[in-house]
C-alpha cells in the first residue's frame, strides 16, 4: 500500500461534534487527495494537496477542511459533522501528476 | 460533477469470457487512469494512457484512448473469478490544478 495509513480506520461520531481524519505517508510524494465514497456516487474528490500548505478545493468541499503542515500528513475535518457525512473516505497520494496514485485503506465514518 | 463515467454500471461475466468497460469524460486530458477496487479496499493502480497515446496493454489488460469522442475502454481478456472487484476510471484534466478525478465504477462479477 505504499507507506500511507489512515487514522482512525473506524470511527462513531455524533452529529455536531468537529472530526479529524489522518493520512500519513512515507513515500514523500507531493500530492495529496482525500475522496469520499458513497454508493451510487464513486469517489469524490473533496480537497487536494500539492504541496505543504498548498490545499484547493475538489467537488464537494463544503463542511470540509484541512491543512497540510509537512509533506508527510495530511489533516480532514469535518468541523461539525452531519449525518450527510457518513461516508468511507480515502486518502491517495502521487508523486508526479503523470504517475499512478497509491491509496489507503480507508476510513468508515459513522455520525449518529 | 465528475469528469469521468463508467459504463456499464454492473456486468456479468463467466470466467473465461473477455471483459469490456468503457468510460466517457467530459473536458480535455493529460492522461486516463484505471484502477479496481475490491469490496472493502483501497483502489490499485491498473494502467495509466497519456493524452497522445491510442492503445496500451498490461498482461491481460487492453486501454484505448479516443480523444476524439472523450472515451477510453478497459478490456480484460480471459477473466478470472478473482478479477471480481470494482474498476474506476480517473483523469487528470488540463487546467485542473491538479485534480486527479474518478468516476462511478463498474461492478464486475466473473461467475466460475
Known amino acids: 500500500d505504499a507507506g500511507i495509513t489512515q487514522s482512525p480506520r473506524h470511527k462513531v461520531t455524533e452529529t455536531g461534534t468537529p472530526v479529524t481524519l489522518r493520512c500519513h505517508q512515507t513515500?514523500?510524494?507531493?500530492?495529496m487527495y482525500w475522496y469520499r465514497q458513497d454508493p451510487g456516487h464513486g469517489l469524490r474528490l473533496i480537497h487536494y494537496?500539492?504541496?505543504?500548505?498548498?490545499?484547493d478545493k475538489g467537488e464537494v468541499s463544503d463542511g470540509y477542511s484541512v491543512s497540510r503542515s509537512k509533506t508527510e500528513d495530511f489533516l480532514l475535518t469535518l468541523e461539525s459533522a452531519t449525518s450527510s457525512q457518513t461516508s468511507v473516505y480515502f486518502c491517495?497520494?502521487?508523486?508526479?501528476?503523470?504517475?499512478?496514485?497509491?491509496f489507503g485503506q480507508g476510513t468508515r465514518l459513522t455520525v449518529v | 460533477s465528475q469528469q469521468g463515467e463508467e459504463d456499464p454500471q454492473a456486468l456479468s461475466i463467466q470466467e473465461g469470457e473477455n471483459a469490456t468497460m468503457n468510460c466517457s469524460y467530459k473536458t480535455s486530458i493529460n492522461n486516463l487512469q484505471w484502477y479496481r477496487q475490491n469490496s472493502g479496499r483501497g483502489l490499485v493502480h491498473l494502467i495509466l494512457?497519456?493524452?497522445?497515446?491510442r492503445e496500451k496493454h498490461s498482461g491481460r489488460l487492453r486501454v484505448t484512448l479516443d480523444t476524439s469522442k472523450k472515451s477510453s475502454s478497459l478490456l480484460i481478456t480471459a477473466s478470472r473469478a478473482a478479477d471480481t472487484a470494482s474498476y474506476f476510471c480517473a483523469t487528470d484534466a488540463k487546467g485542473s490544478n491538479y485534480k486527479l478525478t474518478f468516476g462511478k465504477g463498474t461492478l464486475l462479477t466473473v461467475n466460475p
Open positions: 491517495a497520494t502521487e508523486s508526479r501528476l503523470d504517475t499512478e496514485a497509491f
Open positions: 494512457i497519456r493524452s497522445n497515446e
Open positions: 513515500e514523500n510524494h507531493r500530492y
Open positions: 494537496s500539492y504541496g505543504v500548505k498548498d490545499t
